[in-house]
């Protein structure tokens, strides 16, 4: 087991905020009876999601003993690291947006929140349709919203053929050791999903990822940094140079929370929103948690990008079209009669 009393990746988050990004990570609620969310942000230097969720939870009174663990068993090694450091020195390679709406003009400022947010919740059923579809077909929940995420934004591109790069977070507890559970546990891994890529094709592309220790040769890689001048890092944050590859964005799901609906505190109901901060070198951040068996999706957009609102309305209207789809398309085949004789 990894032991670090503070995590490598804060620092980072730190310099950013330095360059006037915006490093909270948004939450929300949406009340009983509520057609907008309460929105919150804590900060990406004190916690990831999943530490920041039970945070927040905690505050209004739910107990959450444990939170959830690493399942792949690559153990911790410097050696992954190594293994990794061609990937850290090739060439990046940005893709291109197509014309979107710009909104007001807004400038990315280390106070304020992205503008452009959308949302979709789920009902009970639809979230236990996606459950059971993605056991059956064994992947997971994670491949299955990434496939139709990847795909949901393609219209959108100046080439919709592109192979599209994403940053994927890890959650690294039960094999890292920290001061605290709720603190910053996260590394990484890239994925990068063509257009004719299946939801079978982006589960094995994440579990390859964690078989080479990726989310490890990440990990170390910012262990690796901590000599760094801050103008260095400062450097590489700006010339796409501070992860293993540039990303379009990041794609984060915190999890099954609460399924027995035992959290009972009034300021706990509701449906939870979440999703990852955005910066300059990853504009686009979209996240999904599922609390008490309502999943939920949100996108959130760089303000480099886009300040407007109906960006990434647009994007969550496609997602859930594409996850819809799918889905449906998936029920009708094993419901279907057999008539084989």
């Known amino acids: 087991m990894s032991k670090n009393g503070t995590d490598p990746i804060s620092p980072w988050f730190i310099l950013c905020e330095e360059l006037d990004e915006y490093i909270g990570i948004r939450f929300g609620r949406v009340a009983p009876g509520a057609s907008a ?6 900060r990406h230097t004190d916690f990831d999601g999943i530490g920041g969720f039970a945070e927040l939870l905690r505050r209004r009174g739910a107990v959450i003993p444990r939170l959830p663990q690493i399942k792949h068993p690559a153990p911790p090694s410097w ?8 990937k850290f020195i090739k060439p990046r390679r ?46 997971t929940v994670n491949s299955f919203l990434l496939k139709h995420l990847n795909k949901a934004i393609r219209p959108f591109l100046q080439d919709e053929a592109s192979i599209i790069p994403w940053m994927v977070p890890i959650n690294m507890r039960g094999k890292v050791v920290r001061d605290r559970d709720t603190a910053n546990f996260t590394s990484y891994v890239g994925v990068n999903i063509a257009s004719y890529e299946t939801v ?10 964690l078989s080479r220790g990726e989310h490890w040769a ?15 890092k400062k450097y590489m944050l700006t010339h796409d140079l501070a992860m293993s590859q540039w990303n379009i964005g990041s794609f984060s ?18 449906s939870w929103l979440f999703a990852p901060p ?3 070198c990853q504009l686009l951040g979209a996240g999904c948690v599922t609390f008490q068996n309502r999943l939920t999706i949100t996108i959130q957009a760089h303000s480099d990008l886009t300040n407007s609102p109906s960006v990434p309305r647009a994007w969550i209207q496609n997602w859930v079209k594409e996850i819809e789809l799918d889905l449906n398309s998936i029920l009708v085949e094993h419901t279907a009669p057999n008539h084989w004789l």
């Open 79 to 86: 050696r992954w690291f190594v293994r990794a450091l061609p």
């Open 37 to 42: 969310p309460e929105w919150m942000f804590v």
């Open 94 to 139: 940005r893709i291109k947006w197509g014309q979107l709406e710009r909104g007001p003009v807004h400038s990315s400022s280390h106070e304020q929140p992205p503008k452009a947010v959308a949302w979709h919740v789920f009902d009970e059923n639809s979230t236990t349709q996606i459950r059971r579809v993605c056991r059956k077909k064994s992947f």
């Open 200 to 209: 079978y094709d982006v589960h094995r592309q994440v579990y390859s990822a």
């Open 253 to 270: 799901n915190l999890g099954d929370w609460d399924a027995d609906k035992t959290i009972t505190q009034s300021e706990c109901e509701g």
């Open 218 to 232: 990440n990990w170390y890689a910012y262990a690796a940094s901590r000599p760094l001048t801050k103008g260095m």
């Open 278 to 280: 955005v910066l300059r």
